[in-house]
Nanobody, 126 residues
């Protein structure tokens, strides 16, 4: 009964900030790399950011570097995505995903992930 539940989405004005959370249950969270993906209207799912099991290694898409920060709290089984300086093009459904660290230290492709959340809508008005 693995579950990944995203929260924190909503409507925000351009230039604003939002923090997404993904609470994971049913697996040993600290042994999994985590990632965030998004899918905007009329677009394919795209990579946003990823973080290693310990939090020591991260990567992010060029479109969000300098604006978004991924982090995790293994004691709370939670991965976060802090989104600053939001733009209208950030509007999308945001998904969190998990893959065991024995397979991938970090991962930037959706097909590399094993578990997925249902997503949370982020809408940036302009």
């Amino acid at each position: 009964q693995v579950q990944l539940v995203e929260t924190g989405g909503g409507l925000v004005q351009a230039g604003g900030s939002l923090r997404l959370s993904c609470v994971v249950s049913g697996l040993t969270f600290s042994t999994f790399a985590m990632g965030w993906f998004r899918q905007g209207p009329g677009k394919e799912r795209e990579f946003v950011s990823t973080i290693s099991w310990s939090g020591g290694i991260t990567d992010a898409a060029d479109s969000v570097k300098g604006r978004f920060t991924i982090s995790r709290d293994n004691a709370k089984n939670t991965v976060y995505l802090q989104m600053n300086s939001l733009k209208s093009e950030d509007t999308a459904v945001y998904y969190c995903a998990a893959v065991h660290a024995s397979y991938k230290t970090i991962a930037t492709t959706a097909s590399e992930y094993t578990y997925w959340g249902q997503g949370t809508q982020v809408t940036v008005s302009s």
